[in-house]
């Protein structure tokens, strides 16, 4: 029932910019934070930068300055906006939601996207 799709990405060069989305479709469920996380090959995932449903952010140190996550509650969506990207900006994105989940209890769940990937060109 909950589905996470990522756009954007793709090749971008450095110093450029880059612009992910993620719609959420949530059913009868409801989103709680949201962000951005990504995976470098033979790396851990790390996250980017994530937003509360209230609007609060946090970034991680690599991307403070350069990165702006913002949302739209009404369309369960979340944005990237990433400028003067660099080669080690290079990942797999994945989205991730917290849903607060109603069937039996009512519970928080974690949920992810595939994936989109984002090659920075030097």
């Known amino acids: 029932q909950v589905q996470l799709v990522e756009s954007g990405g793709g090749l971008v060069e450095a110093g450029g910019s880059l612009g992910l989305s993620c719609a959420a479709s949530?059913?009868?469920?409801?989103?709680?934070?949201m962000g951005w996380y990504r995976q470098r090959p033979g790396e851990q995932r790390e996250l980017v930068a994530s937003?509360?449903?209230?609007?609060?952010?946090v970034y991680a140190d690599s991307v403070k300055g350069r990165a702006t996550i913002s949302r739209d509650n009404a369309k369960n969506t979340v944005y990237l906006q990433m400028n003067s990207v660099n080669p080690e900006d290079t990942a797999t994105y994945y989205c991730?939601?917290?849903?607060?989940?109603?069937?039996?209890?009512?519970?928080?769940?974690?949920?992810w996207g595939k994936g989109t990937q984002v090659t920075v060109s030097s």
């Open positions: 949530v059913g009868t469920f409801s989103v709680n934070a």
């Open positions: 937003v509360s449903r209230s609007g609060v952010s």
């Open positions: 991730h939601a917290v849903i607060v989940v109603k069937l039996f209890r009512t519970h928080e769940a974690d949920f």
